[in-house]
């Protein structure tokens, strides 16, 4: 037996998070976001009666997913677990970052609570630095508004480097803007550069170390800065799915 990109462990686990598409050309879109911020009403809106439910691999969190079209691009669209960080303290938060992580989205949108931000905007920065193709969506705008609270969208989007799309998602609003902007990202008509948080030159120099190694093992199909951080942090599942993939890869060499 050969070894190809199909049976390494890198594939394995690519192939673990991957979506079933209906045909290749779907493009496969993660909606992110706190619990209660509006993601399913997000997720009927766009998709209306085009969906399925089933359960992610191995886990008893439940995975929807749905399609649409907009122009001559048809979109996937997975419905992640509502979280409130991607740490993997949770069943949940372990199930969106990998998603996101290894499933290789194309786009991610982090729906937002526009009554609290703040709190929001922590979700999306982690999402942010894992990958360049994020947009943020403002939901609950509505709610927003009646609590006398505004925000400048443009001030916002500049500092985030990302899209900022405002909705009411219970009333269908700003969605048309959303698949467009969607649209346009797919297309490269919008290129994003998103906020990253720097770290002191302990952990850089670490990352410096420690990233190439990464990107000799793993090639260029993942964030290896990300994983690298993680590395330092001492993640346990990021490293559990790192051991994995060597471990996989070891096998494969034997049994060719
Ligand atoms: N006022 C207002 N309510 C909204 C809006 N979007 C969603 N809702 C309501 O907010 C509640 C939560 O919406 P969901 O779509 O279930 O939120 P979710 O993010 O999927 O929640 P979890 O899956 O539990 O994390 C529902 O009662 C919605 O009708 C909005 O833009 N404005
Ligand atoms: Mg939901």
């Known amino acids: 037996m050969g070894l190809t990109s199909q ?7 690519k192939n673990k998070f991957a979506i079933e598409k209906k045909h290749k050309d779907q493009i ?31 886990k008893t969190v439940t995975n929807a997913k749905g399609s649409f079209s907009h122009k001559d691009k048809e979109f996937l669209l997975v419905d992640l677990p509502g979280t409130y960080s991607l740490l993997a303290n949770s069943v ?45 969506c403002l939901n609950l705008m509505d709610e927003a508004k009646r609590k006398g609270i505004s925000i400048n969208i443009d001030t916002l989007e500049k500092k985030l480097g990302v899209p900022v799309i405002p909705t009411v998602a219970r009333d269908g609003i700003g969605t048309e ?45 993942f964030n290896t800065r990300w994983l690298a951080l993680r590395l330092i942090d001492g993640d346990k599942a990021i490293i559990d799915s790192i051991k994995e993939i060597l471990n996989i890869n070891k096998f494969n060499e034997v049994e060719v």
């Open 28 to 58: 496969v879109i993660g909606l992110a976001g706190n619990p209660n911020t509006g993601k399913s009403t997000l997720f009927n809106n766009l998709t209306g009666l085009n969906q399925h439910t089933g359960n992610w691999p191995g």
């Open 177 to 221: 803007e959303l698949k467009e902007t969607m649209y346009k990202m797919v297309k490269g008509e919008i290129k994003t550069k998103p906020l990253r948080l720097s770290y002191n030159d302990k952990i850089e120099n670490l990352v410096k170390k420690i990233e190439p190694k990464l990107k000799d093992t793993l090639g260029d199909s």
């Open 92 to 136: 949940e938060e372990e199930v969106a970052r990998d998603f996101i992580c290894f499933g290789n989205p194309e786009i991610t949108i982090v729906i937002t609570d526009a009554t609290c931000l703040e709190r929001n905007l922590n979700l999306a920065l982690q999402v942010m630095e894992i990958t360049d193709n994020v947009i943020v």
């Open 7 to 13: 049976s390494t462990g890198i594939a394995l686990l």
